[in-house]
């Protein structure tokens, strides 16, 4: 099983300041404070945005993350007009990452595919499903540890 939440996009970002607007307006929207979001890079030539990894980082001990966007065909997103997707892994809170998958709604995607059955364990989640689980996970201050 993956470690990962999937969201096939309609468009990759067409840069890394677009992902940081996504991704801080989704922590402002739920109130939290805009994470830290880099551009991972190795020692070689730099990689376009589809072929790196972005970090996001925030304050607490817990919260990281690290996304990554490709092509993937369409047995894997779900639909013929989808042929992107952005993965969201961690090793920490889910319920930080999982505002980051929130955010890259904001690229044209309906469907977030939970491979990790992290957060409360559902297979998948709409935009409006996820922020309710995001919502009572706030509310009970649970951080959906990675396990």
Known sequence: MSNSVFVPVNRLPVSLEEVRQAIGQAFEEL???PPEVQLHESKGSPKALGDS?????GKGVHEHCWVSFG???????????????G???????WLFAGVVV???FEFGGSTAFNDSGELDGQPEYDSL???RVIDDG???GNLYLAS
Request: charged share 20%; proline share 3%.
């Open 71 to 85: 092509e993937y065909p369409a047995e894997l997103t779900g639909t013929d007009t989808t042929t992107h997707m």
């Open 102 to 104: 929130l955010a890259l």
């Open 129 to 131: 499903t996820l922020r």
């Open 53 to 57: 990894i972005v970090t996001v980082y």
């Open 31 to 33: 109130g939290l404070e």
């Open 138 to 140: 706030l509310a009970a």
């Open 87 to 93: 993965d969201v892994t961690t090793r920490g809170s």
